[in-house]
Every structure is written in structure tokens, then in C-alpha cells.
Nanobody, 122 residues
Framework: QVQLVESGGGLVQPGGSLRLSCPAS????????MGWYRQAPGKQRELVAL???????NYADSVKGRFTISRDNAKNTVYLQMNSLKPEDTAVYYC????????????????WGQGTQVTVSS
């Protein structure tokens, strides 16, 4: 079994910063792409940022220049540094990862965390 558990969410004022973390645990053989998504009330889940196995990144236009995604392969962890937060960033943030387990290799499957709430409000 594989688990992803997000942490670091909370309430922050506009212009503030938060850092989200998401370690993957379990019988992991390899991790390829890792990412962050978010879902605001009444809206569909949307991509925030991706980090690929070569550490290249991709961002939604709405967060470019404000958010930074990174990964620590030794810790099987993906991070999201969020700066200059806006009220419209308020959402539940989910991490995901494409993971091959010791039993599924070489096949990769996508796994999701349970989400962490980020609220930007004065």
C-alpha cells in the first residue's frame, strides 16, 4: 500500500505564505511525476503545478511567479511553496504522484492524498 499525506495548510492573510508538504510512504519502487491540485467550493479540481522525474516543472498560469513546486527524492516528498497568496487561492489542496510499487513494477499508478485546506482571508 502507498499513502500520501499532505500537511502545512491553514489560514493566512492575503500576501502571506504557506509551505505544503506531501511525503509518500509504503512499498515504493519508483516515483515519476508528482503534482499539486486544488479544488475550491463549487469548482472542479484543477492543476496547480507538476514536477517531473528530471525536476523540470510546469505551473498553472494563475500561480506562475508566486508558487514553487519541488521534490526531495530521498524522502519521496513533494513540496509547494506558496507566496503572495490571494483570496482566490482558497481551496483544498491535493498532492498526487505516479508510483510503481514493489509489486506493480514496472507499472505506475496514480495515488492521491486526502487534501489540506488553505484559506486566504483577512
Amino acid at each position: 500500500q502507498v499513502q500520501l499525506v499532505e500537511s502545512g495548510g491553514g489560514l493566512v492573510q492575503p500576501g502571506g505564505s504557506l509551505r505544503l508538504s506531501c511525503p509518500a510512504s509504503g512499498s515504493i519502487f519508483s516515483i515519476s511525476t508528482m503534482g499539486w491540485y486544488r479544488q475550491a467550493p463549487g469548482k472542479q479540481r484543477e492543476l496547480v503545478a507538476l514536477v517531473f522525474s528530471d525536476s523540470s516543472t510546469n505551473y498553472a498560469d494563475s500561480v506562475k511567479g508566486r508558487f514553487t513546486i519541488s521534490r526531495d527524492n530521498a524522502k519521496n516528498t513533494v513540496y509547494l511553496q506558496m507566496n503572495s497568496l490571494k483570496p482566490e487561492d482558497t481551496a483544498v489542496y491535493y498532492c498526487n504522484a505516479f508510483i510503481a510499487t514493489m509489486s506493480s513494477r514496472p507499472q505506475f499508478y496514480v495515488y492521491w492524498g486526502q487534501g489540506t485546506q488553505v484559506t486566504v482571508s483577512s
